[in-house]
């Protein structure tokens, strides 16, 4: 299976190491918005897309890319990390889930976790969830990449 991953990681590289371990179990590429080739997207089997949450919102970096993508594409996913919890009535990756439908991607799950923020006030005093994304939230982002891995596998019906 042919995987690329997308990844805006600016403040501390917490979503890297999030799309790190997604990566290692999938056997993706991981590269920025702006390394990204449109060609080598289209001719992946899995494409992640995933930032940082910065006021509610996926990094502009990512968005932008997605964008400007042309239509007709394949099986994706998305991630994010931020320093406050999604909230289901509003979670952060349902914009940009809209957006790769838009463009024709399958959007086949998303993920979050929590991570270091330290957006003002919260600089003052170091930020908030220092500890994070922490081992547990980095196990939790194998499994759902093992459980994207084997969703691929699985034999198409119809």
Do not use: Y
Not at 47 to 58: C, K, L, T
């Amino acid at each position: 299976m042919r995987t690329v991953i997308v990844c805006a990681s600016v403040s501390h590289g917490n979503t890297r190491r999030v799309a790190d371990v997604m990566a290692q179990v999938l056997d993706a590429k991981v590269v920025s918005p702006e390394e990204a080739d449109p060609e080598e997207l289209a001719g992946a089997d899995l494409v992640g897309f995933g930032s940082g949450v910065f006021h509610g919102r996926m990094h502009p970096r990512l968005t932008g890319f997605v964008k400007a993508l042309p239509g007709g594409r394949g099986r994706a996913f998305v991630f994010a990390t931020s320093g406050f919890p999604e909230l289901p009535p509003a979670p952060f990756t349902r914009p940009l889930t809209r957006l790769l439908e838009t463009k024709g991607f399958e959007v086949a799950a998303s993920f979050t976790c929590r991570a270091l923020d330290t957006v003002m006030p919260f600089k003052l005093v170091g930020g908030i969830n220092k500890q994070r994304p922490n081992a547990e939230d980095l196990a939790a982002a194998r499994a759902f990449a093992e459980r994207l891995r084997e969703g691929s596998r699985k034999p198409s019906t119809g």
